[in-house]
């Protein structure tokens, strides 16, 4: 009892300096932003200074192909996972990574599909830039809370974790929209 207690105390205390942290950020005009820039794939992303940029896959496979961008204090799954698919649609990324999801029903603006009895996935669509996105929501039913959200463009996929809601919309759709990919 003592430890979860204790994990509950530190729990609040990291959430208050997140959302702290979060006003902080949307105070900042995205060019003031760190700046992360991939020759071997083409792109580049900003992100906030407070927030850190980590590699993922196998070590001998860093390459830029995913990333996570997220608070230093918090957990990789409480923040912005990315993955770079090269040449691929957004229809050949949400098949294969997606594969429960009807994409015959992409083709229309909005809708929802049933995983399970606790959870359902809402489907939209809407442009970044010059990209149309597809932004899939997880929620969870009983409590009608987003518990995870996925965006998807050709050639790249943005899966946010934010449980709890740690990490700010406002903040993701800043750094989804700072994403170039370099012809």
Not at 67 to 85: A, D
Not at 122 to 130: F, G, L, M, N, T
Not at 154 to 179: A, R, W, Y
């Amino acid at each position: 009892m003592m430890k979860f207690s204790i994990w509950i105390i530190v729990h609040v205390l990291i959430v208050q300096q997140v959302f702290a942290t979060q006003s902080l950020i949307l105070s900042h005009d995205v060019s003031t932003w760190k700046k992360y820039a991939n020759t071997l794939y083409s792109y580049e992303i900003a992100y906030p200074e407070q927030l850190e940029l980590y590699m993922t896959g196998l070590k001998s496979k860093r390459d830029g192909k995913s990333f996570n961008i997220q608070f230093p204090e918090i957990s990789q799954m409480h923040g912005l996972s990315v993955n770079i698919y090269p040449n691929k649609t957004i229809k050949q990324i949400i098949k294969e990574e997606l594969s429960f999801i009807d994409i015959g029903s992409l083709e229309k603006a909005t809708f929802e599909q049933s995983i399970n009895k606790e959870q359902l996935i809402r489907i939209s669509k809407y442009q970044i830039k010059k990209h149309l996105t597809v932004s899939i929501e997880f929620i969870h039913i009983p409590t009608d809370s987003v518990s995870m959200r996925m965006d998807v463009f050709d050639g790249v996929l943005f899966t946010f974790h934010h449980p709890f809601g740690h990490f700010n919309q406002e903040i993701s759709n800043k750094i989804i929209s700072s994403f170039i990919f370099h012809k």
